[in-house]
């Protein structure tokens, strides 16, 4: 869909300018995640430390909750100063003159990086399935290129189109505009969590964008408005401007965005090198790069969800169709596997994956089905509400495939064909994930896209690796690290 040119604004030169770029930013993501299975947390405060064990001081903030920063808690903030700023809730006694007050107290809980990445699972579904390009920086971030799914046309009659109802500089409600709602409303109804947009022509301003309204915002800028959308912004909101940065652009005398974009450009490149004659473009608005994939998946797999069910015909049903959909996959992208795997997920959502692995690359749908429905009968007689197969360690180059004879997909393993290890719970019931062959942690998402016949069909694919610290950009753009996001969550690093 070509964009056309919006009622009130010129036409602009760049080549780019119809390009729409979203950039999706979860909101307070950890403290979401905790809410969304213990929905009685929302509207607390709540602090998720990381390195920290429950009724313990120790430990640094990954994230907090809106409602715990007004008591000036922040990311990557040692969890014994947020006590002091925010008691805990457990210590909280009404009946205690010394105790600290219940309304001034906050909830701590310890990371659960498994649980958070099947959730975020769940977002990436739904973002793959809106977007034909799509760039995961982190496990709660991600950047698409919807382009070719909408437009900046204005919505509605052309000549009296509807004023926009997002936040940021847009006037004229557009496609574009529309089609970010939608992409909202799919992530917090089919994930259960919430999600900042920033829409823009370029990927440096979609990402000003998402942080300028949070949470749950919706910030339109188009083109046109880019370079005065981003002028009084101080400059550390620019993509790519860290804490160290800041500090040098604030002794040159540069303290806004504006003042950044009427800069010198060779003073910058001398001060900064070329990231300076970077950041003097992009305070200008201008940002040519393509929003690209990440690289390889490193798996492939498929889901279903189902009503929960302990009928074995129905599980293997399933189990057969998702393996042939899987292999079929693998056999179009020319890559062999050397893992085959399954999950199930037990009511509500207590996550088991079990895994097995081969003595070398294969290509063999026939081994798949077997591999998988003989890992599936450990699940005999249990309900289960999601299924998967997935093949992993996938090998891209032209190999020659391993030689299987006397392969038993049915043994307990040895000679690198070995099976999972045994499942697990802890012991309150919440989802243990096991290990798989290799003795790696085999995740899996929780992903949801409508099947035809009333169950939910959709890619279960491993996390890209992040590709540059958050908050500062992708690693090709030469920031220094920040360790905390624009959101405030403290990075955790490569999650993937």
């Not at 437009?151 to 509807?162: F, I, Q, S, T």
């Not at 847009?170 to 909202?184: C, D, I, N, P, S």
């Not at 795997?341 to 081994?367: F, Q």
């Amino acid at each position: 869909m070509a964009g056309g040119t919006l009622p009130g604004t010129e036409a602009d030169d760049d080549a780019g300018s119809d390009r729409v770029v979203f950039h999706v930013d979860m909101d307070c993501f950890y403290a979401s995640c905790e809410r969304l299975r213990r929905p009685e947390l929302t509207g607390e405060p709540l602090v998720v430390g990381m390195g920290y064990e429950a009724g313990e001081t120790i430990g640094a903030v990954a994230t907090a909750s809106y409602e715990a920063r007004a008591f000036g808690v922040e990311s990557a903030m040692p969890i014994s100063e947020a006590l002091d700023l925010l008691p805990r809730r457990a210590n909280a006694d009404p009946d205690d003159p010394d105790a600290p007050d219940p309304e001034e107290a906050g909830r701590y809980l310890p990371v659960d990086l498994d649980y958070y990445k099947e959730v975020a699972s769940d977002v990436k579904a739904v973002l793959r399935d809106c977007a034909d390009t799509l760039r995961e920086v982190s496990v709660d971030e991600a950047y698409l290129d919807v382009t070719d799914r909408t437009a900046w046309d204005a919505a509605g009659d052309p000549a009296d189109p509807p004023p926009s109802a997002a936040a940021g500089p847009a006037e004229v409600r557009t496609l574009a505009e529309g089609y970010a709602r939608h992409v909202k409303q799919r992530i917090e109804r089919e994930a259960g969590v919430p999600a900042s947009v920033g829409v823009a022509p370029n990927m440096s301003t979609a990402k000003v964008a998402s942080d300028a309204d949070k949470p749950d915002g919706l910030v339109v800028v188009t083109p046109g408005e880019v370079e005065p959308f981003l002028a009084s912004l101080p400059t550390a909101e620019i993509h790519g401007v860290g804490p160290v940065t800041e500090r040098t652009l604030a002794d040159l005398g540069i303290e806004t965005a504006g003042d950044l974009a009427a800069a010198d450009p060779d003073r910058l490149g001398e001060e900064l090198g070329d990231r300076g004659r970077e950041l003097y473009r992009r305070a200008r608005g201008e940002d040519d790069r393509e929003v690209t994939p990440t690289g390889l998946p490193k798996s492939l797999s498929r889901e279903s969800s189902l009503s929960a069910t302990a009928d074995e015909e129905r599980k293997r049903e399933t189990v057969r169709a998702l393996a042939a959909d899987v292999a079929r996959r693998a056999r179009e992208r020319g890559c062999l596997y050397r893992t085959i795997g399954i999950k199930a997920v037990e009511p509500p959502y207590e996550v088991n994956t079990r895994a097995r692995s081969l003595p070398g690359p294969v290509d063999d749908p026939d081994l798949v089905e077997s591999v998988a429905l003989d890992l599936l009968d450990e699940f005999a007689g249990d309900r289960v509400r999601k299924l998967g197969v997935r093949v992993s360690k996938l090998d891209f180059a032209e190999s020659d495939q391993a030689t299987l004879g006397g392969f038993d997909p049915g043994g307990d393993g040895g000679n690198g064909a070995g099976g999972g290890s045994g499942r697990s719970r802890d012991g309150d019931g919440e989802r243990n994930v096991g290990r798989n062959g290799d003795g790696d942690t085999d995740l899996g998402p929780r992903s949801v896209a409508a099947d035809g016949d009333g169950g939910k069909l959709t890619d279960w694919v491993d996390d890209e690796p992040s590709t540059g610290e958050r908050g500062e950009g992708d690693a090709d753009d030469g920031a220094e690290p920040d360790p905390r996001d624009a959101d405030g969550q403290a990075s955790l690093g490569d999650w993937s």
